[in-house]
């Protein structure tokens, strides 16, 4: 099923992200771990890629065993980075034959010990995302970034750019992180303002070690308010504790998102089917058929 199928209706939908393994030694455990969070029957799964294409293969295979196995819905990421016109064609042609109908489109970061030039065939987004509208029937999404993206010039930019993807083919945008939701509110007044209307998703990030809020904050550029450093401040040191609290500040965050008429909300669970099933737990009452 395309993701344009499942959202924009009045139902609220979960959905949660995984990522594939970096070395097929860890193939299998990954794989159940994707599984097991597939087990908890979400509204649909985002599988992601790695740089220079380091895990098409995996992303794919994992993708099509979600769909297989558990009958959800799947997107499978493709980047720009490291990758020429054949490259994306195989691997659209692995998604088609496997049943694929969903492709999240990035540019991707640049990686550090990429060798040679990153973007070669694709150098932008919506470059990758005109290809895959062109080479099949897919349900393409985006990313976009509430505080805007780490190399963009300034937020007007930022959305210009996102206006030339959406403009691409883009049927859907989701959100990087964001951990006040102020700043998605305020985000969604100004792209509706210049004229982007297709749903866009907020993805939310449960932090459950301390050690993830330095990666969020170098590599997303996201903003911390006082109230959740404050909660990594008192819970950091002790692991449990702070799993618990960093699922309950999401969950906070999702229930906040619903009640201001948010429907469809995106999870970066990764690899963590106890976390995704602690936040869906939480919301038991909340979403249901």
Same mark, same amino acid.
């Given at each position: 099923?395309?993701?344009?199928?499942?959202?924009?209706?009045?139902?609220?939908?979960?959905?949660?992200?995984?990522?594939?393994?970096?070395?097929?030694?860890?193939?299998?455990?990954?794989?159940?771990?994707?599984?097991?969070?597939?087990?908890?029957?979400?509204?649909?799964?985002?599988?992601?890629?790695?740089?220079?294409?380091?895990?098409?293969?995996?992303?794919?295979?994992?993708?099509?065993?979600?769909?297989?196995?558990?009958?959800?819905?799947?997107?499978?990421?493709?980047?720009?980075?490291?990758?020429?016109?054949?490259?994306?064609?195989?691997?659209?042609?692995?998604?088609?034959?496997?049943?694929?109908?969903?492709?999240?489109?990035?540019?991707?970061?640049?990686?550090?010990?990429?060798?040679?030039?990153?973007?070669?065939?694709?150098?932008?987004?919506?470059?990758?995302?005109?290809?895959?509208?062109?080479?099949?029937?897919?349900?393409?999404?985006?990313?976009?970034?509430?505080?805007?993206?780490?190399?963009?010039?300034?937020?007007?930019?930022?959305?210009?750019?996102?206006?030339?993807?959406?403009?691409?083919?883009?049927?859907?945008?989701?959100?990087?992180?964001?951990?006040?939701?102020?700043?998605?509110?305020?985000?969604?007044?100004?792209?509706?303002?210049?004229? /982007?209307?297709?749903? @866009?998703?907020? %993805? *939310?990030?449960? #932090?459950?070690?301390? &050690?993830?809020? =330095?990666?969020?904050?170098?590599?997303?550029?996201?903003?911390?308010?006082?109230?959740?450093?404050?909660?990594?401040?008192?819970?950091?040191?002790?692991?449990?504790?702070?799993?618990?609290?960093?699922?309950?500040?999401?969950?906070?965050? /999702?229930?906040?998102? @619903?009640?201001? %008429? *948010?429907?469809? #909300?995106?999870?970066? &669970?990764?690899? =963590?089917?106890?976390?995704?099933?602690?936040?869906?737990?939480?919301?038991?009452?909340?979403?249901?058929?």
């Amino acid at each position: 099923m395309k993701l344009s199928q499942i959202l924009g209706k009045d139902k609220i939908t979960l959905s949660f992200e995984v990522f594939p393994p970096k070395t097929e030694a860890n193939y299998e455990a990954v794989k159940k771990a994707a599984l097991d969070v597939a087990a908890l029957n979400p509204s649909y799964m985002s599988v992601t890629y790695g740089a220079g294409g380091s895990t098409r293969a995996n992303t794919v295979q994992i993708a099509s065993a979600i769909q297989q196995q558990y009958g959800i819905t799947a997107i499978s990421h493709l980047t720009c980075v490291g990758a020429t016109k054949e490259d994306i064609d195989h691997t659209l042609d692995s998604m088609k034959e496997a049943g694929i109908e969903n492709v999240l489109a990035l540019r991707g970061d640049r990686p550090k010990d990429f060798e040679g030039e990153p973007f070669t065939d694709f150098h932008y987004a919506s470059e990758l995302v005109e290809h895959i509208k062109a080479r099949g029937d897919f349900c393409v999404g985006g990313a976009c970034y509430p505080e805007g993206h780490v190399d963009a010039h300034n937020k007007k930019e930022d959305i210009t750019y996102l206006k030339k993807k959406v403009d691409a083919g883009c049927d859907y945008l989701t959100t990087q992180m964001f951990f006040d939701n102020n700043i998605y509110y305020n985000f969604l007044y100004r792209v509706r303002e210049k004229g /982007i209307t297709v749903p @866009i998703i907020p %993805g *939310i990030m449960p #932090i459950t070690r301390a &050690s993830q809020v =330095k990666t969020a904050c170098t590599l997303a550029g996201t903003n911390m308010p006082e109230r959740f450093r404050n909660l990594v401040d008192c819970f950091g040191d002790n692991p449990k504790a702070m799993q618990q609290a960093g699922i309950a500040y999401a969950t906070d965050q /999702i229930i906040d998102l @619903i009640a201001n %008429g *948010i429907h469809n #909300i995106h999870v970066y &669970s990764m690899n =963590k089917p106890e976390v995704a099933a602690g936040i869906q737990k939480n919301l038991s009452e909340i979403i249901h058929d």
